[in-house]
């Protein structure tokens, strides 16, 4: 019985290590074949030409945005010529203007009063001067005939000479009166934009007094307030640029 036993455990000992080593064996194997039957099959997809883009050789532009201060070339102050209460401004600020286009008016009344008083000055004059005139006239046919002496004539003649200047000095009163009261009317010099209102109506302005500012864009210079390194190109040529405001936009050399 104890040869039995001493002949049957070394065989089971033995089976045991090659069922421990076989299992060993297997395991490797199966984790070596599972990735590749773990692997999909390749897959196909089909583009469209919206997909798919070209390469090739193109030039990229750069841009900057920048603040600055547009300056007119050409700027003009629209001011009274005579002194009068300011009764319509007919613009305001960013309202286009022409040349000669009326946007305000002065108050009339001490004007149309002058106008009137030269006038009849200058009928007072043309009165007086007829009369001298007339005398003056007079006089020459009493010299002829030896009735008065020629100093009287002289005297006569020089009372129609100072009429005659009496009567030009009304009547270049009455173009100054004239002119004045055309000067209520007030134009714009150039065609540009109206930049600034410097008087509101009801307020009484001086001789040369401030009454709008207008400004003509069609030309301008720009500054940029930027330093050159921040430009996004370094050279020295001028790059394009466009400026913007609140009446048009339009490109501007660099």
């Known amino acids: 019985m104890k040869t039995w036993i001493k002949v049957a455990l070394p065989l089971l000992l ?6 421990y080593l076989a299992r060993g064996l297997r395991k490797p194997a199966a984790a070596a074949a599972a990735p590749v039957a773990a692997v999909p099959a ?3 997809r089909d583009l469209s030409t919206l ?7 193109q030039t990229l532009a750069q841009g900057l945005e920048v603040s600055g201060t547009l300056k007119a070339v050409n700027t003009a102050t629209v001011k009274a010529k005579v002194a009068a209460e300011l009764t319509a401004v007919s613009v305001r600020e960013g309202d286009a ?14 004007y149309d009063l002058r106008l009137r008083q030269a006038d009849q000055q200058a009928i007072a004059a043309r009165t007086q001067l007829e009369i001298a005139q007339r005398q003056s006239s007079n006089n020459k046919a009493l010299v002829a005939q030896g009735f008065i002496s020629p100093t009287a004539l002289e005297t006569s003649l020089s009372s129609e000479a100072g009429a005659q200047a009496t009567l030009q000095a009304a009547l270049a009163g009455v173009e100054l009166a004239k002119k004045s009261l055309a000067d209520t009317r007030i134009a714009t010099p150039i065609n540009g934009q109206v930049s600034q209102r410097l008087a509101q109506p009801g307020e009484r302005v001086a001789v040369d007094g401030k009454i709008l500012e207008i400004v ?8 940029p307030q930027c330093r050159r390194r921040t430009w996004p190109r370094s050279s020295s040529a001028p790059w394009p640029a466009s400026a913007s405001t609140a009446a048009r936009s339009r490109p501007m050399p660099g």
């Not at 033995?14 to 069922?19: E, N, P, Q, S, W």
């Not at 997909?51 to 050789?57: E, F, G, P, Q, S």
């Open 42 to 44: 390749a897959q196909t």
């Open 216 to 223: 003509d864009l069609a030309r301008s210079n720009w500054r």
């Open 51 to 57: 997909d798919v883009l070209a390469v090739r050789r």
């Open 14 to 19: 033995i089976a045991a290590t090659g069922l």
């Open 97 to 110: 203007v022409r040349a000669g286009q009326v946007v305000a008016q002065l108050d009339t009344t001490e």
